[in-house]
């Protein structure tokens, strides 16, 4: 019979990423340029270029209709047949439409282009980011800068900056026509546009804060949602439902704010271009119509030249659109740019020169009688603590604040917090089992933490097989240690997905003999699909102890030269902890293994026993040695009943 802790799970995400924790920023933030906007465009330079010249033969097209017009009053007023004309006119609206549909379709497939590689890059980035940024940042921020900040990107080319290149021939086509045809009118329409124009370019300097902010107050929004979706049954339980939908509707509120000053905005700007156009044609018409009367010109000039006048309008309000889209996409672009300008996690490294490369146990470059894994006067500070008490105080060390590597390698992080790490030093030899005990917040969890290099030692140094792991390359460090963290997270998908996921290329059969070795059978077996079996959301379909077998499973497929255990048993029955041990014997054959524990019985027989408190080593032997010479480990061990 499965325990109590093997039934179907109600656990939930951190609640860390909830309000009160976001990174602060000033209002605006950060604002992002022009120039920072044209790579995503230079990446579609050869379709750009091909809808360009589309766009200047359009333009052209468009220009020599007028003029066909002029011909054709003027024809019909000597009375001379005016069919070849006519015909040559209708050909080029013909032509002209179907090169502004054509130059559409590729605009819109382009602005999605752009949405893509930006995302790409964007989403390349984030996961690649330093465990400390995910430490202050809010997940449903992020994921709103991937969604819907980069959709604002698409708005440059659909909304009129290309668009505007071409439109930018026919306005000066026009004007040039127009100034053939009749200077005195054009100048008084240049009066009425360019009152126009520097309106525009006024209310343009605002759209760009206004939609930042916007943004920022989309992300506050799926971050609320995120929060709460990812909790959803602790706040069901909890009462507590319609106070988080009062919290999200509050952020909901506030985007609305923020987008109906972007839309005030926006709607300032719109009808500018028409007032703009209808008070020149009246112009245009009403001196227009003097001027013929007087003979000063004719009214085939005049049709031509209001014809013209109407080109000359239409690019200039594909302009005010481009202002404002390329202002609103600037916005969003600023926001991109703020995680794209981070450094990656491997900066550092990058910065110090070329790292070591490990070849497994015996690691090349390393002595051979080293250490497997080495902790020398180790000391760590996290720059700041979360709101809701993550990390060591209770063992989890993921809501919290890291610090940022200087160019040696040692942590610069800012702030005040006490170290939770004190001077620890201990050696795990190569292929013996060792375990880290002690109370909650002992910083068991933070060792962990350092030997992945999710942080760096803020002094200090912690060695692979002699090798400080500041000097290895990380991905290579990581590929020889398997990790099975305390929460023991499942992502969506299925089954084999999850188990995969550090081996990529194990065969179905491989994958079926391990979950058999940690009693996952039952699991392959109670769906058809198998291997292909869903999980869920956060692995809501298994059971807490399931889901911490899978992740003990997937740690020994991949079958690392080290393992690091953390808590890994603690939601397993006795009958499943039993079996949990003798498959992790089994691959510990000739490998490292690192175990975290509370519950001492499962370490009793390990080689090595490393007692920690308060972030200091206060104790190392074997389980006898360490309740005769260790007054926590005794105290420990008796409230167990194992002394």
């Not at 990423?17 to 120039?35: K, L, M, Q, V, Y």
């Not at 790409?120 to 994921?143: C, N, W, Y």
């Not at 929060?227 to 988080?244: L, P, S």
């Not at 146990?361 to 000391?379: K, L, Q, S, Y």
Request: glycine share 12%; proline share 4%.
């Amino acid at each position: 019979m499965a325990s109590t802790t093997d039934a179907p799970a109600r656990r939930t995400r951190s609640t860390a990423s909830g309000r009160g924790r976001g990174r602060g920023r000033d209002a605006a933030g950060p604002r992002a340029t022009f120039g920072q906007l044209l790579p995503y465009l230079f990446e579609h330079r050869g379709i750009l270029s091909f809808i360009l010249v589309l766009s200047v033969l359009g333009a052209l097209t468009t220009l020599a209709q007028p003029l066909l017009v002029g011909q054709v009053i003027t024809v019909v007023e000597e009375g001379v047949p005016v069919g070849p004309l006519v015909w040559v006119l209708v050909a080029l609206v013909v032509v002209s439409a179907l090169l502004s549909g054509y130059q559409h379709y590729l605009l819109q497939r382009t602005g999605e282009g752009v949405v893509r590689s930006s995302r790409m890059h964007l989403a390349r980035k984030i996961l690649r980011l330093p465990i400390s940024e995910f430490d202050t940042r809010r997940t449903g921020d992020l994921v709103s800068r991937v969604g819907s900040d980069t959709t604002l990107l698409r708005a440059v080319l659909t909304q009129g900056l290309v668009e505007a290149v071409g439109g930018a021939v026919t306005f000066l086509g026009a004007l040039i026509a127009m100034i053939v045809l009749d200077a005195v009118l054009l100048g008084l329409t240049v009066i009425v546009i360019g009152i126009a124009i520097a309106t525009v370019s006024l209310l343009s300097l605002r759209v760009r804060d206004a939609s930042r902010r916007a943004q920022d107050k989309i992300g506050d929004v799926a971050a609320a949602v995120e929060r709460a979706i990812g909790a959803v049954r602790t706040i069901r339980a909890a009462g507590a439902t319609e106070r988080e939908t009062a919290a999200i509707e509050a952020e909901t509120d506030g985007a609305y704010r923020e987008g109906v000053k972007v839309a005030k905005i926006s709607a300032l700007i719109v009808p500018i271009a028409g007032i703009a156009m209808q008070l020149s044609l009246l112009v245009v018409i009403g001196v227009g119509g003097i001027r013929v009367a007087s003979g000063a010109t004719s009214v085939a000039n005049l049709v031509m030249f209001i014809i013209f006048l109407f080109m000359l309008i239409l690019p200039l309000g594909q302009a005010f659109g481009a202002v404002t889209s390329v202002n609103q996409a600037l916005g969003a672009l600023g926001r991109i740019r703020e995680v794209l300008d981070l450094p990656d996690e491997d900066a550092h490294d990058r910065d110090g020169g070329p790292a070591v490369a490990v070849a497994g146990p015996a690691n090349a470059g390393a002595a051979p009688e080293a250490p497997a894994i080495a902790f020398d006067e180790v000391r760590f500070a996290y720059a700041s603590r979360a709101v809701d008490g993550g990390a060591d105080a209770g063992e989890g060390d993921t809501a919290v604040e890291g610090t940022t590597s200087g160019p040696a390698g040692v942590s610069a992080g800012s702030g005040e917090a006490r170290d939770v790490l004190r001077g620890v030093s201990f050696e795990v030899p190569r292929g013996q089992r060792v375990a880290l005990v002690g109370p909650s917040g002992a910083g068991k969890s933070t060792t962990f933490a350092l030997i992945e290099r999710f942080y760096d030692p803020t002094a200090g140094v912690v060695r692979m097989g002699g090798l400080d792991l500041r000097t290895i390359d990380r991905a290579d460090l990581r590929a020889q240690i398997g990790y099975v963290e305390q929460d023991a997270p499942v992502l969506a998908g299925s089954i084999r997905d999850n188990l995969t996921l550090g081996s990529p290329d194990a065969t179905d059969d491989e994958c079926v003999a391990v979950l058999r070795a940690v009693n996952l059978g039952a699991v392959l077996d109670r769906d058809p699909a198998g291997l292909a079996a869903p999980v869920g959301e956060d692995g809501i379909m298994l059971s807490g102890g399931e889901r911490q077998r899978l992740a003990i499973a997937r740690a020994l497929l991949a079958a690392p030269p080290v393992l690091l255990l953390d808590e890994s048993t603690s939601s397993l029955d006795g009958v499943n902890e039993r079996m949990m041990r003798e498959a992790i014997d089994a691959v510990a054959e000739g490998r490292t293994l690192i175990v975290i524990a509370h519950r001492l019985s499962t370490v009793v027989d390990s080689d090595r026993i490393v007692v920690l408190d308060d972030g200091e080593v206060v104790g190392e032997g074997t389980h006898s040695e360490l309740v005769e010479s260790t007054p926590l480990y005794r105290e420990l061990a008796k409230h167990q009943l194992l002394v």
